[in-house]
């Protein structure tokens, strides 16, 4: 915490804590929230912690401010961790941490807070009753006054941890036996705080980060990298193509589609964005940050065995699914070489466990067999639905969408075999991450 933090905070301490009068305490508060006004994280800040919370919206502290999301001005933590100060007149926190611990909902998406050798739980932003706690008394073995702490999920971690920070020592908590391991990564920076976003794990350290393998802590790709150009968004900053979260009334998707892995990517204009990652909250990024070789929008998008098939054009790309998604050699191919059919594509989906793609072409829907070679057409049915931009199928059947609605059908059949539109039902922000 520099100085001048350090000494707003405890004048405003002082003043609450010993009953100033209360034009003094108004005072108080208003030099915090002047020096909120401040302070700006574009500028570049060591930030003190950095966690999510049970709605997927990021928090980022710097002595007794905050930065709710990625974007907007400092604000008193106070704010929305009310008790940090007013009762514990804490200021700042060491480190932070979102409980991933899916098989005890008491504590899972529960934010914990430490500060030297205490630890605050908070859900819905209220400090939770028996608490603030010795740290040793809720994670037996993690040592004081700690650095960062993140969360690692089995599958991510060997099993459900957190990863304590302290130094070049990393305390990785189990959190079924509540047991530790203590690994020393002296390749790392040392970390002021941490993060796990997008199933990925970063420490942050000065204004920038580094990405890292929470189990073997190894470093690849190109680091340290500017937290400004990921992880809020400032002038001159970015990585999203300037993004702007639009209204519900306002969407118009190119593409949607959920590949073996669970992970869904809605698609528009040049962006896409993952819907499965309510966790983290909603994040758009240029559609050649994952398919390096598709640039611009695409018209159709959809997920088979293994692989997800990208419609641009006249052209089909196909990419092998995983981190990253590599084109496999000799694609692009002509949509009349993979599929069969010619001329230009509205919308595609698969259905999970079928063989066939639904291809959606003015108020037609072909139906392409993907297990025959060469692959061809094996049924046309007019729709009674026009101007499609995107369709879906899912374990609720299959949605078409419209601009800023949908149609829904309990099949593929169903929807071939209707005559007339049913009732379009609108786009919802927890559907695609819009505002209302």
């Known amino acids: 915490m520099d100085l001048i933090t350090k000494t707003l905070f405890l004048c405003s301490a002082l003043a609450l804590a010993n009953g100033a009068p209360a034009h003094l305490q108004d005072a108080a508060a208003h030099d915090g929230e002047a020096h909120a006004a401040v302070l700006d994280r574009c500028a570049g800040i060591e930030f003190d912690a950095i966690t999510p919370d049970e709605n997927g919206i990021t928090f980022f502290f710097k002595g007794a401010h905050m930065w709710k999301g990625y974007h907007g001005p400092a604000l008193l933590s106070n704010q929305s961790f009310k008790e940090l100060d007013d009762i ?14 899916p098989a005890n909902q008491d504590v899972h998406d529960h934010i914990y807070f430490f500060l030297d050798d ?9 400090l939770e009753d028996g608490y603030p706690k010795e740290i040793q008394e809720e994670f037996p073995g993690v040592p004081t006054h700690l650095d960062a702490a993140v969360e690692c999920p089995h599958g991510e ?11 070049h020592d990393v305390h990785v908590y189990d959190i079924a036996t509540k047991t530790v391991k203590t690994k020393t990564w002296a390749h790392l920076p040392v970390c002021t ?6 199933e990925g794990h970063y420490c942050f350290h000065g204004h920038n980060f580094t990405r890292f393998n929470p189990v073997s802590g ?23 193509g300037g993004y702007k979260v639009p209204k519900c009334s306002e969407v118009k998707m190119d593409a949607i589609t959920t590949d073996d892995a669970g992970k869904t990517y809605f698609f528009a204009g040049p962006i896409y964005m993952r819907l499965d990652t309510h966790r983290d909250g909603f994040h758009a990024f240029l559609i050649t940050r994952t398919w390096k070789e598709v640039t611009g929008r695409v018209d159709a998008v959809f997920s088979y065995s293994g692989k997800i098939y990208l419609i641009k054009d006249d052209q089909v790309y196909i990419y092998k699914a995983g981190v990253p998604y590599i084109l496999v050699e000799g694609y692009p191919k002509t949509l009349k070489e993979e599929l069969g059919i010619e001329g230009h594509v509205d919308a595609a989906f698969h259905c999970p466990g079928e063989h066939t793609v639904h291809v959606i072409q003015g108020q037609h829907m072909r139906d392409v067999d993907l297990t025959a070679t060469p692959r061809v057409v094996t049924r046309d049915v007019p729709l009674p639905v026009s101007d499609i931009d995107a369709g879906y199928c899912g374990s609720d059947g299959v949605k078409i969408f419209k601009g800023s609605q949908f149609y829904h059908y309990e099949s593929p059949m169903i929807l071939a075999m209707g005559k007339i539109a049913p009732e379009l039902h609108n786009i919802t922000p927890e559907m695609m991450g819009c505002q209302e």
């Open 88 to 101: 514990h007149h804490i200021g700042h926190v060491d480190a932070a941490f979102r409980m991933h611990n």
């Open 118 to 126: 205490k630890v605050f739980r908070y859900f819905n932003h209220s």
């Open 157 to 167: 971690c060997t099993t459900d941890s957190v990863l304590f920070i302290k130094g």
């Open 193 to 198: 705080s941490a993060l796990r976003w997008m």
């Open 218 to 240: 190894e470093v690849s790709g190109i680091y340290p990298k500017d937290a400004r150009d990921y992880f809020m968004r400032c002038a001159d900053h970015g990585h999203g």
